[in-house]
């Protein structure tokens, strides 16, 4: 297990070279709605660079994995109570599945050992703990536009 989570850092930093993304997510000014864009950076550039999206949501950003990026989002939706609604969008990240995963987070939550059941990706496993998880689960709600990548329907979908 720990030779594993050595290859996965070494990855994930090879990653931030090989392919650096100056941005992870914009904050927004909005206190509601947050807005995930998976791996379609292109539309995350889009809707950030939107003056009046940006006042409708409290965060747009990427989501790239299935562990990592949840549990940075299950911090986040904690640590904002006033957040309700994450919108999924974008394309999904191949063998990652991240946005099923986040899907079935919401749905069935985690196992005793932290794995997302239902999840599909290569290692659903979280780190966050049972009571963060469990708020998560009930204070927001996720809408699934999996495959949506245009800017416009999208930003039509948060009031």
């Known amino acids: ?5 050595g290859i996965e850092e070494i990855a994930g930093k090879v990653c931030g070279f090989v392919l650096p993304i100056s941005q992870e997510y914009y904050l927004g000014k909005g206190k509601h709605v947050a807005v995930c864009t998976l791996s379609s950076l292109d539309l ?3 809707l950030s660079a939107s003056e009046d999206f940006m ?4 965060l747009v950003g990427r989501l790239l994995s299935e562990n990592k990026g949840i549990d940075t ?7 904002h109570p006033a957040l309700k609604e994450i919108v999924i969008c ?3 990240v191949r063998g990652h599945k991240a946005g099923q ?12 050992v932290g794995r997302i059941v239902g999840a599909v990706g290569a290692n659903p496993v979280l780190l ?28 039509k979908l948060v009031p």
């Open 1 to 5: 297990m720990a030779i594993r989570k």
């Open 44 to 46: 995350l550039e889009r």
């Open 55 to 58: 006042n409708r949501v409290a």
């Open 73 to 79: 989002i299950v911090s986040f939706v904690v640590t």
């Open 90 to 92: 974008g394309r999904e």
């Open 101 to 112: 995963a986040l899907l079935s987070l919401s749905r069935n939550g985690t196992d005793a």
């Open 128 to 155: 966050s703990v049972q009571k963060d998880v469990e708020l998560f689960r009930k204070q927001v709600k996720i809408r699934d536009h999996i495959g949506i990548a245009d800017h416009t329907a999208i930003a």
